[in-house]
């Protein structure tokens, strides 16, 4: 009991992209426009960052490419990302958690899943659920991960595990997996989500969360008159 008391409370990291267009969700043009496009990344972004905040944590971190903009709700610290590719940038994230709340477990969510609750983080993360693992993962529909979280993150972890690792791929998931278990790490499996990249993957998500951000200006997009005809 004592050392559930004792544990520190989670960081939250989102990785993301400012939704600026021609930058964001790049994949939806076509049929959507650049607009629309970065329209639907604001509304993921700010479905996952107001999800997330409702998870109990000690430091909640966005780690942004661009600049922030009013869907920024309150309680998140921004930090840059780094250069390089996605592999360095998520194992930067990791990093800036490392330094910023030393000792504290860290869970990185993409933007790119917007139907995601908040229960489904919040239990697992807790102290009486972590004790004895070492790594959470999020495995993704495409082969790829949502979410990836150490329980002891340090640059050199982090870095030795995502680090090469091919991003964007259908087997970047099964080469994360290969790495975790090479450095012997327990790993807790979250429940597989669809990243929205693609317009079918935004309408399978839009049905999963209708109430959502997401989802209402998904429904708005949809019958503009560039998408509708």
Do not use: C, N
């Not at 930058?23 to 049929?31: E, G, M, N, S, V």
């Not at 990185?108 to 139907?115: F, I, K, R, Y």
């Not at 870095?159 to 807790?188: E, F, W």
């Amino acid at each position: 009991m004592r050392a559930v008391l004792a544990a520190p409370p989670p960081t939250l990291l989102v990785i993301a992209k400012a939704p600026v267009p021609g930058r964001a969700k790049t994949r939806l043009t076509p049929p959507f426009t650049p607009e629309q496009a970065a329209g639907l990344a604001e509304a993921a972004l700010g479905d996952t960052l107001h999800t997330l905040s409702t998870v109990p944590a000690g430091l909640r971190l966005l780690v942004l490419d661009g600049e922030p903009g009013g869907w920024l709700p309150p309680g998140w610290r921004v930090v840059p990302q780094s250069g390089g590719g996605l592999d360095e940038r998520l194992a930067a994230a990791f990093a800036h958690a490392a330094r910023h709340a030393p000792g504290a477990p860290a869970l990185l969510v993409g933007m790119d899943t917007p139907q995601v609750s908040a229960a489904v983080l919040a239990e697992p993360l807790s102290a009486a659920r972590r004790a004895g693992v070492d790594a959470w993962y999020g495995p993704a529909a495409d082969g790829g991960f949502w979410a990836f979280g150490l329980a002891r993150p340090t640059p050199a972890l982090a870095a030795q595990l995502l680090r090469g690792v091919p991003m964007s791929t259908p087997h970047t998931g099964a080469h994360l997996l290969d790495r975790l278990d090479a450095a012997s790490l327990t790993v807790h499996q979250l429940p597989e989500l669809t990243d929205v990249d693609t317009a079918d993957d935004a309408l399978r998500v839009a049905g999963e969360a209708p109430h959502s951000r997401f989802a209402a200006r998904l429904r708005s997009a949809e019958t503009a008159p560039e998408v509708a005809s």
